[in-house]
């Protein structure tokens, strides 16, 4: 079995723009540039026959890359905690054309107060990544499977 999601990788200059906000909130597991991505859609566990079938659809999309600018941050909560930290993208409808599209701690208000205003200039994000992602004791890591290029404009 193999757990995965579909996902966009934002350009280096973003994923920087995003590693300058990780910080003020002790005990974190900040991720690394190599992790950074934007899910559009959590598949999970599926076997070897099914994953290939996705890969195969997927390979098929023809979509335009999403125009879209980091827009403010926020949090997912489980169970009552802060589960994730998590920076948002707008406009919300770039992004809908794709396939598949409480007990919280001080300092992550304090972060959340901090970063509120985080924004960017508009990026495109041109490709369309398969991911696998593989749980352990430290958290979850992301493997690219496979990627395929979205349409760019002329």
């Known amino acids: ?4 999601f579909v996902a966009l990788r934002p350009p280096p200059a973003i994923r920087d723009l995003l590693a300058d906000a990780m910080d003020g909130v002790p005990q974190a597991r900040w991720q690394d540039d190599d ?11 599926v ?3 099914v994953a290939e079938d996705i890969a195969a659809a997927l390979g098929q999309v023809r979509a335009p890359a999403p125009m879209v600018r980091i827009s403010g941050v926020g949090t997912f909560d489980r169970k ?3 589960d994730t930290l998590w920076a948002g993208v707008t ?3 770039a992004l809908a054309r794709l396939p598949g599209s409480a007990g919280r701690a001080p300092e992550i208000e304090g972060w959340r107060a901090v970063h509120a205003g985080l924004s960017s200039e508009p990026f495109t994000m041109g490709h369309l990544v398969l991911y696998q992602s593989h749980l352990g004791h430290g958290g979850a890591s992301y493997e690219p499977v496979m990627r395929w290029p979205l ?3 002329g």
């Open 35 to 45: 992790q950074l991505h934007l899910t559009l859609r959590f598949i999970g566990e």
């Open 91 to 93: 406009p919300h409808d």
């Open 151 to 153: 349409e760019t404009g």
């Open 1 to 4: 079995m193999v757990r995965l």
């Open 47 to 49: 076997d070897r026959p």
């Open 80 to 82: 009552g905690r802060v």
